[in-house]
């Protein structure tokens, strides 16, 4: 394979994108993934929009994470083969740009809320975050996505095993049309 595939994985919160992309390394050699969680920002009086309500800070919107390092972080990647995956990774139209295949997890809000109380959110996320920021905030991201063009949907509420598949699938023929 001569050039690098971009692989992006973006969605819903709890819609199985980090799991999805981790799987990938049992399938394919010379991969490595990109976490968009691992680009937030860690000052956040600077960058995060402030919810003063709720004495918490806008996690869902593209200026919590520090997209410039994280390009930095793409820069730097050698293998055949990279995994982006994130909930906001589509707002940056670089990452668009460098998307070889784009994947977009959905998922209703009484599931996506389920598995969302089952996590631990460091800062905690206080009472009433999911209901009025990051659930509101999802569906106005969906809506632009539905506007872009070849996004490939995963229902997050299928296996993982049938989403990784759908995924290890495309990847295979896109490397297929390569050669």
């Not at 680009?39 to 995060?48: N, P, Q, R």
């Not at 055949?80 to 070889?100: C, F, P, Q, S, T």
């Not at 994947?103 to 999911?130: M, Q, S």
Request: aromatic fraction near 10%; hydrophobic fraction near 40%.
């Amino acid at each position: 394979m001569a050039k690098r595939l971009v692989i992006v994985i973006a969605g819903v919160t709890c819609g199985g994108k980090t799991t999805i992309a981790n799987r990938l390394t049992n399938t394919f050699n010379d991969i490595s993934i990109l976490h968009q969680d691992d680009f937030y920002y860690t000052e956040y009086e600077g960058h995060l929009e402030s919810i003063p309500e709720l004495n918490y800070h806008a996690w869902d919107k593209i200026s919590a994470y520090d997209m410039n390092e994280m390009m930095v972080a793409i820069d730097s990647q050698t293998s055949n083969i990279l995994v982006l995956e994130g909930i906001l990774l589509l707002d940056d139209i670089r990452i668009l740009n460098l998307a070889d295949l784009t994947f977009f997890t959905v998922l209703d809000k009484e599931i996506c809320w389920d598995r969302r109380v089952a996590r631990t959110y460091l800062p905690p996320e206080p009472l009433g975050y999911f209901e009025k920021y990051a659930w509101p905030e999802y569906e106005k991201h969906l809506e632009r996505i539905k506007k872009k063009k070849d996004i490939i949907f995963l229902n997050g509420s299928d296996s993982i095993d049938f989403n990784t598949s759908l995924v290890v699938d495309h990847i295979n023929q896109l490397v297929l049309n390569l050669k």
